[in-house]
């Protein structure tokens, strides 16, 4: 299986300051075609996940562009520009690219 | 809009098996283009791909649950089902179904959820 870290667990933000959560997988998920299969997930308290980010660097429809992934291979990242009061939960990164799917194990964003 | 509302008892006895199922309203299961998956998330935990279905009836499932998983689906209901049988403690969780796209190399996502299902396993 493909592991999946996450770090930092917890993420303490002040509003309108930026924020940045790190996955790295225990193997390359470019695929072949070129594309990343890592997808990033918020999953806000009482709710399932929703999906953010997919290939690694796409953002999902009606996703706030103050979200952003980057990277490739085995290290990845997502970045709040500015965090909002409505960004807090547990964001997850999953790969894609083979079965069984895998999460990592999550960072809490709260707000200081 | 695509939506998913799994049902199934809240308890289940060691031993038994937990069975769930997922109704699709807003789009044909049949759609090509998407697995049909469940995903566990013990309380407080993180989140396990339990295993899922494409619309032509082949399933994979997670290995360390193999064994025990069925995902079947209902055309006629526009539904898909998880029966996972020997249940112990370990296995209480909130379920989650939800939708796998992969319509091209370009889509490996989970674009919907359902709400979730809270199962214990308690005699």
């Known amino acids: 299986d493909i592991v999946m870290t996450q770090s930092p667990l917890s993420l303490p933000v002040t509003p309108g300051e930026p924020a940045s959560i790190s996955c790295r997988s225990s193997q390359s998920l470019l695929h072949g075609h070129g594309y990343n299969y890592l997808d990033w997930y918020l999953q806000k308290p009482g709710q399932p996940p929703q999906l953010l980010i997919y290939?690694?660097?796409y953002r999902a429809s009606g996703v706030p562009d103050r979200f952003s992934g980057s990277g490739s291979g085995t290290d990845f990242t997502l970045k709040i520009s500015k965090v909002e009061a409505e960004d807090v939960g547990v964001y997850y990164c999953m790969q894609a690219l083979q079965t069984p799917l895998t999460f990592g194990g999550g960072t809490r964003v709260e707000i200081k | 809009q695509v939506q998913l509302q799994e049902s199934g008892p809240g308890l289940v006895k060691p031993s038994q098996t937990l069975s769930l199922t997922c109704n699709v309203s807003?789009?044909?299961?049949?759609?090509?283009?998407?697995?049909w998956s469940w995903i566990r998330q013990p309380a407080g935990r993180g989140l396990e791909w339990i295993g899922r279905?494409?619309?032509?009836?082949?399933?994979i499932y997670n290995p360390s649950l193999k064994t025990r998983v069925t995902i079947s689906l209902d055309t006629s209901k526009n539904q898909f089902s998880l029966k996972l049988t020997s249940v112990t403690a370990a296995d209480t969780a909130v379920y989650y179904c939800?939708?796998?796209?992969?319509?091209?190399?370009?889509?490996?996502?989970?674009?919907?959820w359902g709400q979730g299902t809270k199962v214990a396993v308690s005699a």
């Open positions: 939800a939708r796998f796209v992969v319509v091209a190399a370009a889509s490996r996502y989970f674009d919907s």
């Open positions: 290939l690694g660097s």
């Open positions: 279905i494409s619309t032509s009836g082949s399933a």
């Open positions: 807003g789009d044909s299961i049949n759609s090509g283009g998407y697995y």
